[in-house]
């Protein structure tokens, strides 16, 4: 049992993570998920989603170097964390983290579990507070929605459980270990591809934009701003070479899925002045 945990662990915190930021209740957590993995067909937990979430960040992370602006960062948690105590699922199993990637890449990530990262190219190309929260809430929706874990092939993920649910976990050997190390860093690797390199699907992304809508109503923030978003990236599709408008859907198909599913109200015109007010602080980064 320790050697398994052992190799989950190093696979989970792979990367840029030091370990010796791994805290005993992390192999707790893996524990319980190990002993209670009884079936091969059960899902995803919330921990075990968690622990490839933050594995995926750190691959991500030795691609993309950190802002080490710290201000900027501060301010980009506080509207994340704005919308997604608005969302259907407010609290995940290790929370909402929000990073600043320093690159001029327009894009963004949302890891499973939680952790979403947004390059200062994006910030550069949202105009307002509520654009910003616009371009968050589509992350956090992605990460309400399990879109990350989906990506994890199904077979890879049958197969793990299949050798953890077995009554010969308490006596893995070598080859065991080995194989199931195989298998989660295979599981990374599907997330990862699907972050950077492939997008997700079609409808996962009109979902994602629906989703944003309804965070963005919720908490306060326009949701036309996600409208004015998207209308200016389209300006700019047909010059993209990487980035969001690589892995995304055609920007005018999503633009009419917004404008058909616009939420009504009426935004307070106070607040309003009082976010753009502070947002004018970083608009020129």
Not at 205 to 222: F, K, Q, V
Request: hydrophobic share 40%; charged share 20%.
């Amino acid at each position: 049992m320790k050697k398994i945990l052992f190799a989950i662990g190093v696979t989970f915190f792979l990367g840029g993570c030091n370990l010796k930021e791994i805290r005993m209740e992390h192999f707790d957590m893996l524990a319980k998920s190990v002993t209670a993995a009884s079936t091969a067909a059960r899902p995803i937990s919330d921990s075990e989603e968690y622990y490839v979430g933050r594995a995926v960040a750190a691959r991500i992370l030795g691609r993309y170097p950190v802002s080490g602006n710290r201000e900027l960062t501060g301010y980009v948690n506080m509207v994340g964390q704005a919308v997604s105590a608005n969302s259907e699922k407010p609290n995940t199993f290790g929370g909402y983290h929000f990073a600043v990637l320093d690159s001029a890449e327009v894009n963004a990530f949302a890891c499973p579990g939680g952790t979403i990262l947004v390059t200062v190219g994006m910030l550069r190309s949202v105009r307002s507070e509520d654009e910003l929260a616009a371009v968050l809430a589509h992350e956090v929706g992605h990460i309400n929605h399990r879109d990350g874990i989906a990506a994890i092939s199904k077979s890879r993920w049958t197969e793990a459980l299949t050798i953890i649910g077995t009554e010969a976990a308490k006596t893995y050997g070598s080859e065991q270990v080995a194989r199931l190390t195989t298998i989660f860093e295979g599981s990374i690797d599907d997330v990862f591809k699907t972050l950077v390199v492939n997008g997700y699907g079609r409808s996962q992304e009109y979902d994602a934009d629906l989703a944003s809508l309804r965070y963005l109503a919720a908490a306060g923030y326009d949701p036309k701003a996600m409208e004015s978003f998207l209308e200016r990236l389209a300006a700019t599709e047909h010059a993209a070479t990487g980035g969001i408008l690589k892995t995304h859907p055609g920007t005018g198909d999503r633009l009419e899925n917004v404008r058909n599913n616009m939420p009504a109200g009426r935004v307070n015109p106070a607040a309003k002045q009082q976010r753009d007010s502070r947002f004018a602080g970083f608009s020129m980064l």
